[in-house]
């Protein structure tokens, strides 16, 4: 199984490099994001509770975040492995996920951070805003989303140094190069 956690601050290109790595490696997507999109775009409760932190640029409780992960991972079937897009978000969440990947007898293969400085995330988002219609992509909760991955995401970072699974790749330059370190820095880990 390869399991891949991709990380990053808000528009550090998450989303956009999952794409390219489910094309290659051939893995289940599991975006937190996308996935409480989906819950708001349903009017279920879990949605209703979720936009609310959403729309402030805070982040959505562990518990809601946790259950449904859990959640999905058990609906998959056959699967080569994982990719985990805008999650763990936190410590806690971090905690979790290897719990839960250990009651399946496997394990975070690598987590790849995406560095990328912060005015080049703003003008992406502001960017990204201008089509997105995402009610989080606009100046003030831009702002609130990059302080809020400060200070309660960052230290997922030293969560999987500790593993000795965690790379960097500089997350600036054209989407298919900063692809191709992200390969490497996958296959290497395989
Ligand atoms: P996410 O959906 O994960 O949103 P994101 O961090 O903005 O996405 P990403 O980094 O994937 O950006 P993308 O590739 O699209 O989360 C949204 C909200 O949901 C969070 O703020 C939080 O409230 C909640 N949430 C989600 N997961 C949670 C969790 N685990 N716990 C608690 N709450 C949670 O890239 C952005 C833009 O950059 C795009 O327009 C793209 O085209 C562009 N781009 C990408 N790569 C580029 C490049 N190399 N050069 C130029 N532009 C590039």
Not at 57 to 74: A, N, R, S, Y
Not at 142 to 149: F, G, L, N, P, S
Not at 156 to 175: E, H, L, Q, R, T
């Amino acid at each position: 199984m390869l399991n891949v956690v991709i990380f990053g601050p808000p528009g550090s290109g998450k989303g956009t490099q999952s794409e390219n790595i489910i094309k290659k490696y051939n893995l289940a997507h599991i975006s937190t994001g996308d996935l409480l999109r989906a819950e708001i775009s349903g009017h279920t409760q879990l949605g209703i509770i979720a936009k609310s932190y959403i729309d402030k640029g805070e982040l959505v409780p562990d518990d809601t975040i946790i259950g449904m992960i859990d959640t999905k991972i058990e609906s998959l079937t056959h699967t080569n492995g994982v990719i985990f897009d805008g999650f763990p978000r936190t410590e806690a969440q971090a905690t979790a996920l290897d719990e839960l990947l250990n009651e399946h007898k496997t394990k975070v293969s690598v987590m790849v951070n995406l560095e990328v400085p912060k005015e080049e995330l703003v003008q992406r988002l502001l960017k990204r805003g201008e089509v997105s219609g995402r009610s989080d992509d606009n100046l003030e909760t831009i702002e609130k989303r990059i302080a809020v991955y400060e200070k309660q995401t960052k230290p997922v970072i030293d969560f999987y140094k500790s593993k000795g699974v965690y790379k960097a790749i500089k997350g600036v330059g054209a989407v298919e190069s900063i692809f191709e370190s992200i390969a490497e820095a996958i296959d290497s880990a395989r």
